[in-house]
């Protein structure tokens, strides 16, 4: 069965209650597997001149200064220990996404089930070598806006630090939104097909409007894994909020709490539908025989006749 990850991301706006209303709502509403937040270390993340730069869009900025603005939507490591306590008593895996080495050291030390690499950061190998040799769960990453050198080289990486058994790897465009041409599906099968065999897992990172192609993607990806014999399909994570209207980079490109519900839903009867028939008459179908289907030795004098 797919997992599906709600990205909370920076969506919670700075504010520990909304972030905890977030869990609850992707827990209890949606029926989500994880909810994943993002951590950075702006100092460490950011250049002198990036820091002090005003934010590309200043109607979605929280600062004077794009430093500014990423400071004030960051949670300290206390916060998120706490907000991993919610997760655990609301039912719900706790994770998040590091964009920097200190971010890695303090959410390594929470010890979450999967910790994730976004595409930005992808190549970052101190950062991910930390994890490979102080961190015992799954390492996720995504490959947006990588090329194909850059990914040959990461998956080498991960096999040289013996830990690419341990290692899910997305499908993802980056963009926010993107638009269905550049979604790309794909590439799921691009990743189960290289990389299928030398890794744990396949996933998709969807930033795209809707759940139809999530759905595709689920599809596609299991389809693979019977035609391939290897390659797992094991994880969709989409971006989630309570609000798209709010004020922030991502929320135009997240689901509200609805659609992420019916994602949820969705992907779990596709999941269950996504099966051959281990008998030749299924017990639904023998019912139906029974009643509706022509019996060839009960019209034999028709047969005759003719």
């Known amino acids: 069965m797919v997992k599906v990850i709600a990205e909370i991301g920076c969506n919670h706006m700075g504010d520990m209650d909304v972030a905890k ?31 002090i730069t005003p934010h590309p869009v200043p109607a979605n900025s929280y600062g004077q200064t794009y430093g500014e603005h990423r400071e004030f939507l960051e949670l300290n490591s206390g916060q998120h220990k706490e907000l991993a306590e919610e997760c655990r008593l609301n039912g719900i895996e706790y994770s998040t996404s590091v964009w920097d080495l200190t971010s890695a050291v303090e959410i390594a030390a929470l010890k979450p089930s999967l910790i994730k690499i976004p595409s930005a950061t992808n190549q970052h190998y101190e950062l991910q070598e930390y994890l490979c040799k102080n961190y015992e769960g799954e390492i996720h990453v995504s490959t947006g806006m990588t090329t194909k050198e850059e990914m040959n080289r990461m998956i080498s990486f991960y096999e040289v630090h013996g830990r ?19 979604i790309c599906l794909y590439e799921i099968t691009a990743l189960q097909e290289q990389y299928g065999e030398r890794v744990k897992s396949i996933g998709f990172s969807g930033h795209h409007l809707g759940i139809a192609a999530d759905v595709a993607a689920l599809a596609l990806g299991s389809a693979n894994r019977e035609r391939l014999g290897y390659g797992n399909f094991e994880y969709i994570e989409r971006h989630f909020t309570l609000d798209r209207t709010w004020k922030g980079t991502d929320h135009a490109a997240s689901l509200e709490p609805d659609g992420m519900r019916k994602l949820c839903r969705d ?24 009643k509706l289907k022509w019996d060839a030795n009960k019209h034999g004098d028709l047969l005759e006749s003719a």
């Not at 269950?272 to 639904?284: G, N, R």
């Open 164 to 182: 690419a058994k341990d290692l899910v790897v997305y499908a993802c465009t980056s963009g926010y939104p993107v638009a269905f041409g550049d």
């Open 267 to 290: 992907l779990k009867n596709v999941s269950a539908a996504l099966a051959t028939k281990q008998t030749e008459l299924l017990d639904v179908e023998i019912v139906q025989r029974n």
């Open 21 to 51: 209303e977030l869990i609850q709502v992707a827990s209890h509403v949606c029926k989500a597997d994880v909810a994943k937040f993002q951590k950075r270390n702006p100092k460490e993340l950011l250049t002198a001149d990036e820091y």
